[in-house]
């Protein structure tokens, strides 16, 4: 009788607390209110939830001591030193191709900052939002320099193709060879560190993907110079960082402290001029520096946001430089130069 | 309240109506699961909706736009999300059963030789298990990808075993056998397998009748060879082959084309499931024939039996008893481990489906439903026909 008893009281608790779990559950839906949920949970939580890749030399690569460095880590950076005043606060989640938007999706990381290409699809069926870019790329193909070839129109049917899946690539592969007429052989590998493996080794002729990340993983290679990069770019692909659907005030947050390092190349703010550009005659640099205007006000963030940014993680040039160019993984920035000098970055006025 | 008066209250009441007292926990306890998968559904819903996506299976008909590297139905990107989720389920089969075949050879090969006497028997098949159940099954599958297969030579230099098969790094190139009035050896071979049933079960009853023995095995052997061979001789069933042919298409890149070529990520994952299920299996092998009690086979022989009858006749009927439940459950897991397979490239379910078809689309709760209750089925059917195969060597009672 007292096993009875004792069987209905841990019923009885468990239907409470699963009544428990109903109204923690209806909190966590309401979007669309004016205050950033988001914003809210990563200050009180104190760190920015970011999501990197596995490890993609130049973007986000973590180092024996586990820092993470690369242009992508640098948008979570900025996000943090502008929400939390201090770029170091950023938990990193690494995450394959395939893991990356449900992790978004379901919370478990805030920005998505991981080499993603901004498509369509993307963009407007699963719940994501691309709040800008910062790295144009495009796929391309490397193969062993002793093979002969220098161009993609020397592919000939029956070629293996070794890459990633769960990425645009795949479908730009399919697209490529079909228009071209060649059958060939898709070896799609879940993580790039087995597609350089397979490659490597001599499974596949070819590796595809963006060609900032076949710059990035020859590095890795046993020996980096017995590969080529074939001129061709066979599609457009849209690199930049990607936040949840619903939280339109971090999405600006996120989206503006991209721009932020944008526009703070194109008006020569560096991470060391920063503080002096204060009594700059200019206005669109005093604002940038937070010493006119109330732009940090719209997200519910002090006026020294984007100085903070400026300062601890630096302009987007100072970054390109770091991390991409003085690595030697792509030394000239192509079309990832400023509109002024010939390039396409061209971000909306911060005003 | 005074909660002991309440709880006697209870009891007492309870006590009075047994039929409430023994269905009341159990119906609580279903409320509470249905109360609670009700929640997760809702939670999943409301939030689904907060991020604007939609829940819905049309999907699966629209054009997957992405190809598979290897298909045993005819696929390319133009068919749909559902043919491709049918290619990753048919190649999830097809190293299922590959695995399930030969781990089972090796596993009856390895449990009896483990009772071998002869010491050198023992001891191999004994380090052999001990090896392979003891590295986790995943590290396997890379040692077997990475390290051994990718030390065959490339498509120039490969291993050439009598002209007609080839293996090199990119896989395994075989001989397609081109068949002229194929349906005609199916014929026969229908047709000398009832053949085959008929004469064991009149074997059988002569046997039981007159004690006389026909040699039904080597009567079976006969027609099975010889009705096929008729058919190629005056049945007008031609096989030609089509050989693998070394093409090159730079300087340095040769591939074969023409025969059918066998990827290596099949030939690997096949090989660590096979050689690591087979280990359990050799346990369960093992533990079935010592559970056969050692007057089974004594008796056996007092009668006459040779060791092979007392092996076939006495030993393994029973030993087969116990060793089906357990075989069971390592067929189970290796079709659940060929889930590993998106590790190393071989196009299995998790890795066409629940990989690049649902980054495609997004739809992560849809097709991860769909993977889990695929694997539930297969592994539900794998039980039914053990569970009926099991029934079927059962004792008798007569």
Redesign the interface.
């Known amino acids: 009788m007292i096993n009875m008893i004792k069987s209905l009281k841990s019923l009885v608790l468990i239907i409470c607390a699963s009544l428990l779990l109903v109204a923690c559950g209806q909190q966590g839906g309401g979007a669309g209110s004016k205050k950033s949920k988001t914003l809210a949970n990563t200050k009180k939580a104190g760190f920015v939830k970011c999501g990197v890749s596995q490890g993609l030399p130049g973007f986000s690569n973590a180092d024996a001591s586990g820092n993470w460095t690369g242009i992508d880590v640098d948008v979570c950076r900025a996000v943090a030193a502008a929400t939390l005043g201090d770029a170091d606060k950023v938990k990193y989640f690494p995450l394959s191709a395939k893991e990356r938007f449900t992790a978004l999706t379901s919370g478990e990381i805030d920005v998505l900052s991981r080499n993603t290409t901004w498509t369509l699809s993307r963009d407007a069926d699963i719940g994501l939002t691309f709040v800008g870019v910062n790295f144009y790329d495009g796929q391309g193909f490397m193969v062993r320099k002793d093979s002969g070839i220098t161009s993609t129109s020397q592919f000939k049917s029956g070629i293996s193709a070794c890459t990633n899946i769960g990425t645009t690539t795949e479908l730009n592969m399919r697209d490529f060879f079909n228009s071209k007429g060649i059958s060939y052989e898709p070896v799609a590998f879940e993580k790039a560190d087995e597609v350089v493996a397979a490659y490597d080794a001599g499974r596949c002729d070819t590796y595809t993907t963006d060609k900032s990340g076949l710059a990035a993983q020859r590095t890795k290679m046993k020996d980096p110079n017995a590969h080529r990069v074939l001129p061709e770019t066979i599609s457009k692909e849209p690199l930049g960082p990607v936040v949840r659907q619903g939280d339109a005030v971090w999405e600006d947050i996120v989206r503006w402290s991209l721009n932020t390092m944008i526009e703070a190349e194109e008006y020569g703010i560096t991470s060391s001029n920063a503080d002096s550009m204060k009594d700059s005659e200019n206005p669109a640099v005093k604002r940038l520096v937070g010493a006119e205007g109330e732009l940090g006000a719209a997200f519910g963030l002090d006026n020294e946001w984007s100085l903070r940014i400026i300062k601890q993680v630096g302009n987007y040039g100072e970054s390109y430089k770091k991390h991409i160019a003085d690595t030697g993984i792509l030394p000239k920035r192509g079309p990832n130069q400023l509109w002024t000098k010939g390039g396409i970055l061209y971000v909306p006025p911060a005003r | 309240m005074d909660i002991k008066k309440f709880?006697f209250g209870?009891?007492n009441y309870?006590?009075d109506r047994p039929k409430l007292?023994k269905f009341?926990?159990q119906g609580?306890?279903l409320?509470?699961i249905i109360?609670?998968l009700g929640?997760f559904t809702?939670?999943a819903q409301?939030?689904?909706g907060?991020?604007?996506?939609v829940f819905g299976f049309g999907f699966l008909s629209q054009e997957s736009?992405?190809?598979?590297?290897f298909s045993l139905i005819d696929y390319d990107?133009s068919y749909s999300y559902g043919r491709a989720y049918l290619v990753g389920l048919l190649n999830t089969i097809l190293v299922s059963v590959i695995g399930i075949v030969f781990a089972t050879l090796l596993g009856v090969v390895v449990g009896v030789s483990r009772l071998s006497s002869n010491f050198l028997v023992s001891k191999f098949a004994e380090t052999y298990v001990e090896i392979f159940r003891n590295i986790p099954l995943l590290l396997q599958i890379f040692f077997w990808y990475?390290a051994a297969l990718?030390a065959l030579p490339?498509p120039q230099d490969a291993i050439n075993l009598f002209d007609v098969t080839y293996l090199t790094?990119?896989g395994w190139f075989v001989p397609r056998f081109l068949w002229t009035n194929f349906s005609i050896l199916i014929g026969s071979l229908i047709l000398a397998i009832v053949a085959i049933i008929s004469i064991s079960i009149f074997a059988k009853k002569r046997q039981e009748t007159t004690g006389e023995r026909i040699p039904a095995f080597l009567i079976s052997l006969g027609i099975i060879i010889i009705l096929p061979l008729l058919t190629f001789l005056f049945g007008g069933v031609k096989l030609d082959f089509e050989y693998p042919e070394l093409?090159q298409?730079?300087?340095?890149?040769f591939?074969f084309?023409g025969g059918v070529g066998i990827i290596?990520?099949l030939i690997a994952l096949a090989l660590a499931l096979s050689l690591y299920t087979a280990t359990f299996i050799a346990e369960c092998v093992r533990a079935g024939i010592m559970g056969v009690g050692k007057g089974q086979k004594e008796a056996a022989a007092s009668i006459g039996l040779t060791p092979g009858q007392t092996l076939r006749l006495v030993v393994m009927p029973q030993a087969l008893r116990i060793i089906i439940p357990p075989t069971t459950n390592q067929y189970l897991n290796l079709t659940k481990n060929s889930s590993l397979a998106?590790?190393?490239?071989y196009?299995d379910l998790v890795?066409v489906f629940a990989?690049?078809a649902?980054?495609?689309?997004?739809?992560?709760i849809e097709i991860v439903s769909i993977t889990m209750l695929t694997y539930l089925t297969l592994s539900i059917l794998i039980s039914i026909f053990m569970n009926w195969y099991n029934k079927k060597i059962a004792i008798k009672e007569k």
């Open positions: 709880n209870i009891n309870l006590e007292k009341l926990p609580l306890t409320l509470a109360f609670i929640y809702y939670n409301v939030n689904m907060n991020r604007g996506i736009s992405f190809d598979i590297q990107g990475f990718r490339l790094v990119k093409i298409q730079s300087p340095t890149i591939n084309s290596p990520e998106a590790a190393i490239a196009p890795l990989g690049t649902m980054m495609q689309t997004g739809r992560a």
